[in-house]
């Protein structure tokens, strides 16, 4: 339907380039106003509460009442009968009658005329804009080995950290580089890190091959752009170990090829396209393209303009862009997009190849004017004519076939499972009721819709250990392994932990700190069964104090350790492989990662028909006995798998085209195996817990509800639960020691 307009002219007939006309011609009146901040072009944003918003209506005269109410993005929509506009962005919003009677030469003119007779409408939007911190490396820590788009990336450029995001990967021809904004990169030589683990790792050097701002008329010949620049901010970073990378968008899945957008192709058609991105800081964004060449800035006689302005979605969640997402690549959104359709029929959710758009590099927070609530909105480049000013290819088949989020599904399994076999009839009721704040369900396992962090979300228990503990205690590191295989020396010649400890009394931490003293190992002394021993203990003394809430939050972190327990290369000196054969470095990650996360579904369906009539290990009672359990599960997944029968499983699959399908042939029914042992142990550790304080008798039923996650969130973010020392701490034994060594004291039945 077309809408009516003004003297009888069609307005839907404008185009992009007479929008840019229109703007060029009246850019100096526009920009001389106290109140204009920027403009753009787009379509006519309706209020939501207009009389149109929701159906075309024939009388406009309403739209021009003197006492209109304020409009912003957040609170209008585009519509099909939007006409195409000139978007005015102000500071403050004043009514046409007030501006009149105040200063009517500072009235925002309703239409823009050309002297060929063309007429623009204007559209003002109030946008006070507002300045916000720099991000917190707390915010962006990734767990993983893998690396992809959507990654952290930081720089030191004058003393001060600087923090964005890996866009994707592109090549020259020769070699490959992640893209992301030059604002991030750095100058060129520049060493750029990524986050991996917690730790600062090189991933390599910022190149001479990148942008900052072109001419408009240079990129768009033939459109009005006078005395105007594109920021098109991008910059190249030669990757030094590719092996460690996919093309593979962290939290998007894999890329396909890109939306072409070139001037002869750019229409106002974009204008409320659905796109999404993975930022470090943010995580997962929703949002929707809500302007064109956003004219933001002008300086010594030159305006700068951003080709795409994305902001909310009406009706969806806020757009939460932070600083830190600089270098996030956009893509259309696949559950939304036209022409994107999924496959039924199958628990697996379809793969589709995503349609990446715009590079971002930076945003807008905007403050509204009836209430505290901030709105963001994303600045971003076309894609296409970054990759064709840069003069590289978008790189779209290195290292792929991961879901959308890789490295948890073991752990959130394992958790979940446990939930699933526990025999005391109130502790299954109660950790049931609190298993979604454990872990994530199957359906959202097979799915690939489990991975949280950043901006201070609620992570599941299961994985606390990894995305909150190991960034904000780095002390933790040393409490998910141990080395229970590696030869001792000196005194110690010849054996090996897992010998040791056949002896109960050399389950201390005496006698592992003189066994790593032999070995002159200064860091990274593994203290695995000490920690479940601590935590052992606390989730007793909780309950003993009647705090069930303090009791399932330490249940559910030590879930992550017992889950560790039961991989071999979580227990096991080649954990990284052989140490003098640095190609086998990456097998950590190809097995507990990528292996793990191609097969999830198997390893869900598998795990489930193993645990149907299982029985729990007998009752222990004790820390001491709980460290035990697990040093007994770790002998065993070293026997049951071999960490060097892993490590030649990667190898020879690293000669193959499929290599995770090779390694899932060797390796997946012991995988699976393993993971069932690690959520007995989990489920037998709780269950006496439990029995040793007597929570059948002692809880009352009325404290077996779902305990909120705000009030679990703010237990673990509490440095005093369950703190994490390394294992030479002096602390970490004055704690075990304040409960008997040994016990062989009865446990309730």
């Known amino acids: 339907m077309t809408y009516p307009s003004h003297a009888g002219r069609n307005f839907r007939s404008l185009s992009v380039r007479d929008l840019l006309d229109a703007r060029d011609a009246y850019h100096v009146h526009l920009a001389n106003l106290e109140n204009v901040v920027a403009t753009a072009i787009g379509l006519y944003r309706i209020r939501q509460d207009d009389p149109d918003a929701h159906t075309p209506v024939k009388q406009t005269e309403w739209r021009h009442r003197h006492q209109s109410p304020e409009r912003t993005l957040e609170n209008t929509i585009v519509q099909p009968w939007s006409w195409p506009c000139v978007l005015v962005f102000v500071k403050e919003w004043q009514t046409q009658q007030a501006l009149i009677e105040a ?62 995001s890996a866009g994707c990967l592109v090549t020259d021809g020769n070699n490959i580089y992640v893209l992301t904004n030059q604002h991030v990169s750095g100058e060129p030589g520049n060493t750029v890190y990524t986050i991996s683990n917690g730790q600062r790792q090189a991933i390599g050097q910022a190149i001479t091959n990148q942008l900052r701002k072109r001419s408009f008329a240079e990129v768009y010949p033939d459109w009005s752009g006078t005395n105007a620049y594109l920021n098109l901010d991008a910059g190249l970073i030669r990757i030094e170990d590719l092996s460690k990378w996919t093309a593979q968008i962290f939290g998007l899945g894999e890329l396909g090829a890109p939306v072409n957008l070139n001037p002869e192709n750019i229409s106002l058609d974009l204008i409320g396209l659905p796109v999404c991105a993975h930022g470090s800081a943010s995580g997962r964004m929703y949002g929707e393209i809500q302007a064109l060449f956003y004219r933001y800035c002008s300086m010594g006689g030159f305006d700068y303009v951003s080709e795409l302005l994305i902001g909310s979605r009406p009706g969806q969640p806020t757009l939460q862009t932070m600083p830190g ?9 696949p559950d939304h997009a036209p022409g994107q359709q999924k496959s039924g029929g199958s628990p697996i959710k379809a793969p589709i190849l995503l349609r990446p758009l715009a590079l971002q590099w930076g945003g807008h927070v905007v403050q509204e004017t009836q209430g505290s609530a901030q709105l963001r909105f994303a600045l971003a480049s076309c894609l296409s004519i970054v990759c064709h000013e840069l003069d590289v290819d978008l790189v779209t088949s290195w290292n792929t076939g991961h879901r959308e989020y890789w490295g948890e599904v073991g752990h959130y399994k394992i958790a979940g499972s446990a939930c699933d076999i526990l025999q005391s009839p109130n502790l299954k009721t ?17 799915q690939g819709t489990t ?42 010649d010849g054996q090996t932990l897992l010998d040791l400890c056949q002896d109960e009394r050399n389950v201390s931490i005496a006698l592992w700190n003189n066994f790593y003293d032999a070995l002159n190992m200064d860091a990274k002394r593994g203290a695995l069964p000490f920690r479940v021993w601590q935590m052992y203990d606390e989730m007793v003394a909780a309950l003993k104090q009647q705090d069930v809430a303090s009791f399932v939050c330490i249940a559910g972190t030590m879930a992550h350790y017992v889950g560790d327990a039961c991989q071999p290369l979580h227990v096991s000196y080649l954990h990284h492989g052989h140490p003098d054969q640095p190609s086998e470095h990456g097998v950590h990650s190809a097995y507990e990662t990528a292996m793990v996360n191609r097969f999830t579904a198997e390893i869900v369906d598998g795990i489930n028909q193993k645990l149907a009539g299982i029985t729990l290990n007998p009752p222990i009672a004790g820390g001491k006995q709980a460290a035990l359990a697990v040093i007994a599960m770790m002998h065993h997944s070293l026997q049951f798998l071999p960490p060097e029968t892993i490590i030649a499983a990667y190898n020879t699959g690293s000669q193959m085209h499929n290599s995770l399908n090779y390694m899932w042939q060797q390796l997946g029914e012991q995988t699976i195996q393993l993971m069932v042992d690690g959520a007995q142990c989990l489920a037998s550790i709780w269950e006496s817990a439990w029995r040793e304080a007597t929570g059948e008798q002692s809880i009352p039923s009325t404290a077996l509800g779902t305990i909120p996650t705000k009030q679990l969130q703010q237990l673990y973010s509490q440095p005093g639960l369950a703190p994490s020392y390394q294992l030479q701490d002096p602390l970490f034994a004055q704690e075990l020691a304040t409960t008997p060594a040994d016990t062989t004291s009865q446990v309730p039945a």
């Not at 997402?325 to 959104?333: E, P, Q, V």
């Not at 109660?430 to 199957?442: E, V």
């Not at 299961?462 to 030869?487: C, G, K, Y």
């Open 325 to 333: 997402d600089s270098g996030t690549i956009w893509c259309l959104d």
């Open 451 to 492: 991975h949280i962090h950043g901006g201070g979300q609620f992570v599941p228990l299961a994985d606390v250990a990894d995305l909150i503990w190991r960034t904000t205690r780095p002390q933790d590191e040393s409490n998910h392994f141990a080395d229970m295989d590696q030869p001792g020396k000196g005194a110690f």
């Open 103 to 164: 200063d009517p030469d500072q009235v925002v003119p309703r239409f823009l005329y050309l002297p060929d007779g063309r007429i623009v409408p204007t559209c003002v939007i109030l946008a006070p804009e507002q300045q916000e911190a720099p991000p917190s490396l707390r915010d962006v820590a990734f767990p993983h080995d893998m690396l992809g788009g959507g990654y952290p990336l930081v720089t030191d450029t004058q003393g001060h950290e600087h923090i964005g």
């Open 430 to 446: 109660l950790m049931s009721n609190n298993k979604d704040a454990i872990a994530f369900g199957d359906d959202q396992l097979v």
